[in-house]
């Protein structure tokens, strides 16, 4: 098969200025937020200019959440961009996701919160037709999933699943059925299949598996089934990390899930791909371009990852400050005995470094980290969680203290392990903390995979 390359972005995120992102409001919100807002047209416009200047590719996929919140005029301004892009030669294909769909979205100006005009998830197939239905070999247009034919050897398996709120995003027996309909044509042809899915198929790490939809509730079944069927990669977004997660099913079979960061917050990335052959697949990643904005003299890396911390350290500074909006924001139940050990722990977390931990758990902590402030190198890990190559493996000196400290706790994590299940799997809490700070896998920026 001839060798074939296209640039993979997701959760564009497109917000129309005009319609409010400023204000006391505004301002309040953002703390919390790892993605930009006001800033999302400057950076989606920067992006395209350079897919545009790219005259080696000439196919653009996006995975889903194209706009900030469903907001109709943004949708429209993001459609205006792709518009741009396709006269400039490029063949786009996009799918839709959670945030695009939403009859209640909200600006902020001088006066509060705004209410801007949403979008029905049934406005979605028209908006977007040009950018994928129109010359798809085949599109469900219940679930807004389609296939395409993106050279002559390969096919893309765009798949959506937001139609079905009341079981979660996931798909429904007869979509699956839809998809094996697909799988079979396209291995009947002697077809290269891949896929793209907004949500994650595979856990960026463990500690993902623990949080609401930062993984497919299905996923095993939905990637067992995939792989058996010959669809041996796929491409998503929604968490906006940047991972690359590999499995084997029982029959064998090898799933990647490659899962691209948003282009408007840290880490933001595109994925540069180039399918070698039906067994090869090369991944490289691709910075977000700067873009035009005052960024207060920082770099725009710099300003993404001040967004990212600011998040962080909101939630950190509330522990000891201001712990019922903490509360508030994690829906815990605003008990007392809660309040007091959030801001007990918030004030110690503070003041703690690891040299001190580690002192206090008995536990050796190499000189050279000694000072470094515990809440420091939480944000720290928070961080590496979602962009990827987590460098903390073992026999390096944070491994050993951090671990350490962990396995002080091994009575109790051995408990939790016979206790409780997620998943179906008992829950390992030292495993998890393992991989949560160290990759062991692929690179997850630059690799080539092996599909089979
Ligand atoms: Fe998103
Ligand atoms: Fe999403």
């Not at 712990?323 to 722990?345: D, N, T």
């Not at 050279?368 to 190198?377: A, N, Q």
Request: charged share 30%; proline share 4%; with cysteine.
């Amino acid at each position: 098969m001839k060798p074939f390359k296209f640039i993979l972005l997701t959760d564009t995120h497109y917000f129309a200025p005009s319609l409010g992102c400023r204000g006391e409001e505004y301002d309040k919100f953002m703390q919390f937020e790892q993605k930009c807002f006001a800033e999302t047209s400057a950076i989606n416009k920067a992006a395209f200019q350079e897919l545009k200047r790219m005259t080696d590719i000439d196919t653009v996929l996006i995975a889903g959440d194209l706009s900030f919140n469903g907001e109709k005029l943004s949708h429209l301004e993001f459609i205006e961009l792709l518009k741009d892009l396709k006269l400039a030669g490029k063949k786009i294909y996009v799918i839709t996701a959670g945030h695009d769909c939403n009859e209640h979205p909200f600006a902020f100006d001088e006066t509060g919160r705004l209410a801007p005009e949403g979008t029905k998830r049934e406005e979605l197939f028209d908006l977007y037709y040009e950018f994928g239905f129109s010359d798809a070999l085949c599109y469900d247009r219940e679930s807004l999933s389609y296939v395409a034919e993106l050279s002559e050897d390969i096919w893309l398996l765009a798949l959506n699943n937001d139609g079905n709120n009341e079981i979660g995003h996931t798909y429904t027996s007869s979509q699956l059925e839809w998809i094996a309909e697909q799988t079979k044509r396209a291995r009947k042809e002697g077809k290269m299949m891949f896929c793209m899915n907004h949500y994650p198929l595979l856990a960026a790490c463990p500690l993902f598996d623990l949080i609401g939809d930062a993984v497919m509730p299905d996923a095993d079944r939905i990637t067992s089934f995939l792989a058996d069927e010959g669809v041996h990669l796929g491409f998503t977004g929604h968490m906006h990390n940047q991972s690359i997660k590999m499995k084997v099913t029982e029959k064998g079979n090898r799933f990647y899930d490659v899962c691209t960061g948003s282009i408007i917050g840290c880490p933001a990335f595109m994925r540069r791909v180039e399918i070698i052959d039906s067994d090869t697949v090369k991944i490289e990643s691709l910075p977000v371009p700067d873009f035009d904005y005052d960024k207060d003299g920082l770099t725009h890396e710099e300003y993404l990852k001040r967004q990212f911390d600011m998040m962080i350290n909101t939630y950190l500074d509330c522990m000891a400050e201001d712990p019922k909006r903490l509360m508030r924001k994690l829906r815990l139940p605003e008990k007392a005995i809660l309040e007091k050990l959030l801001v007990f722990f918030g004030k110690k977390l503070n003041k703690a470094t690891l040299g001190s931990v580690c002192k206090l758990m008995l536990v050796k902590c190499d000189d050279s980290i000694k000072e470094r402030g515990l809440r420091d190198f939480l944000t720290e890990i928070v961080r590496n969680v979602f962009t990827g190559n987590a460098p903390y493996v073992e026999g390096t000196p944070e491994y050993n203290a951090f671990m350490g400290v962990i396995d002080r706790f091994s009575p109790i994590l051995k408990i939790v392990k016979k206790k409780v299940k997620v998943r179906g799997r008992p829950l390992d809490v030292r495993e998890l903390l393992r991989l949560t700070i160290g990759n062991y896998g692929v690179d997850e920026y630059n690799t080539t995979l092996k599909l089979s």
